[in-house]
């Protein structure tokens, strides 16, 4: 009799379409922290709460199709990867969705207010590290190709042009980042010291956000160049 479940399916494409799908689900949790922020300027606390839920589902379904990942990838996979060189991009695949749960998690356990210094800033760097996220999902997209190729060839070259570009994009969110600490510490003595020390902790996980997507895209140039 046919097999009905979908991951089951996957695996038996090829593991890369389960990394691939891991990935849509870690970026898809990562994307929802920018409707948390504006739902936490707003005031909005119910409606923080609501998203966070929505963060952690995703993060739930990620976990998932991870172990399922882990326990059913051969040891031989008979590719041009290795097999922990797979299981190194799919940590880093899954930091993205648990950091995007950290940061709701925080926001639920300890409702915060942003400084109105802090309100445009923050989504600045927020929306710039889910262009990381992105751009880091488009590289997981080309694995099939990738292998096709034999990780060699114009699909290569295509592939490392998108990780530079992703390189681009995290320095630009690291710039960001930088930009809001300072603001966030040209404005501490208006704030609780205890907000103050949360909120540097929130603007760094947020900036981690592209930080995995940089090390997803890195990992696959040194698949490549080997």
Request: proline fraction near 5%; include cysteine.
């Amino acid at each position: 009799m046919p097999t009905t479940n979908p991951l089951a399916a996957l695996f038996k494409r090829s593991p890369f379409k389960a990394m691939q799908e891991h990935m849509r689900c870690s970026v898809e949790c990562a994307r929802l922290v920018v409707p948390l922020y504006e739902a936490l300027i707003a005031g909005n606390q119910d409606e923080v709460e609501a998203i966070k839920e929505k963060i952690y589902e995703a993060e739930d379904q990620a976990d998932h199709i991870k172990n399922k990942l882990r326990t059913n990838l051969p040891r031989s996979l008979f590719m041009p990867v290795d097999r922990r060189d797979l299981l190194e991009v799919l940590q880093m695949q899954d930091s993205i969705a648990d950091t995007a749960q950290d940061i709701a998690g925080l926001l639920v356990e300890r409702p915060m207010e942003v400084p109105e210094p802090m309100q445009k800033p923050l989504m600045l760097l927020t929306a710039r590290c889910i262009d990381a996220c992105e751009q880091s999902a488009k590289v997981i997209e080309e694995l099939d190709e990738l292998l096709e190729m034999g990780f060699r060839g114009r699909e290569a070259t295509q592939v490392e042009a998108m990780v530079d570009e992703l390189s681009r994009i995290e320095d630009e969110a690291d710039e960001l980042e930088l930009q809001l600490t300072r603001i966030l510490f040209q404005h501490e003595d208006e704030i609780n010291p205890v907000s103050v020390m949360m909120w540097y902790r929130l603007i760094e996980w947020t900036g981690d956000l592209a930080d995995y997507s940089k090390k997803v895209g890195n990992r696959l140039r040194l698949l490549i160049a080997r």
